[in-house]
């Protein structure tokens, strides 16, 4: 089944925790890109990646690392959390960044930060 | 900052009745548009897109474009319980690299029963 997947799919920590969230996809595409969701304020995107190692900042990307070492993967870190970073986070994935591509979004990422 | 803007709602709407949502853009140069639909807790999943001036239909849905006037929206006929959930409106945005896409807040349906 084509997926892109997410783990972990909640996570409560605390300010400073460094943590990872994970990000898969098994159709082979080349663009992948983090969002984060906030009331009011709809889907903001935090960093993208046209291709494996390359990956540049999206509108928000203030407080966030990305890695892209293998096309399925594409990992978003948090080096020091603070609350404000409290959010939904959503991974999504293109063919490639064309006008007419559609995004597939994970199932999405419940983080909360204390 | 390209933009796009959407009532944010709630829409109400009787069963059986038409849904309307609307949205506009500030990017002229935008050529494909495309809804989203997303239920509470869950990830968008894409339910339209049109790319040329007028109406595309797909089963009870039907998206309407207006690029003169930076103008889409999308309108469910037929509307049913299982249509609430909110509506994100995302328009691309040429970049140097290629694409992006532009999300609005989205527009929060109901539909009464």
């Known amino acids: 089944e084509a997926q892109v997947t997410q783990n972990p799919r909640y996570l409560i920590t605390v300010t400073g925790k460094k943590l990872t969230v994970t990000c898969s996809q098994n159709?082979?595409?080349?663009?992948m890109s983090w969002y984060r969701q906030d009331p009011g304020l709809g889907l903001r995107q935090i960093y993208y990646?046209?291709?494996?190692?390359?990956?540049d900042k999206g509108d928000v990307p203030e407080g966030y690392k990305v890695s892209r070492k293998e096309k399925r993967n594409f990992p978003l870190i948090l080096e020091s959390p603070s609350p404000n970073q409290t959010s939904l986070y959503f991974c999504?994935?293109?063919?490639?960044?064309?006008?007419?591509?559609?995004?597939?979004f994970g199932p999405g990422t419940r983080l909360t930060v204390l | 900052q390209k933009e796009v803007e959407q009532n944010s709602g709630p829409l109400s709407v009787p069963e059986g009745a038409i849904a309307s949502l609307n949205c506009t853009y500030s990017?002229?140069?935008?050529?494909?548009f495309f809804w989203y639909r997303q239920y509470s807790g869950k990830s968008p999943e894409l339910i339209m897109s049109?790319?040329?001036?007028g109406d595309k239909e797909d089963g009870r849905f039907t998206a309407q474009l207006n690029k003169a006037s930076q103008y889409v929206s999308l309108l469910i006929r037929d509307s049913q319980p299982s249509d609430s959930a909110t509506y994100l409106c995302?328009?691309?945005?040429?970049?140097?690299?290629?694409?992006?896409?532009?999300f609005g807040a989205g527009t929060i349906l109901r539909v009464k029963s």
């Open positions: 990017d002229r140069v935008s050529q494909s």
């Open positions: 999504a994935s293109s063919l490639v960044a064309a006008s007419t591509d559609t995004q597939y």
């Open positions: 990646s046209m291709n494996v190692e390359v990956t």
């Open positions: 159709m082979n595409h080349e663009y």
């Open positions: 049109i790319y040329s001036n």
């Open positions: 995302a328009v691309n945005s040429y970049m140097e690299y290629g694409n992006k896409l532009v």
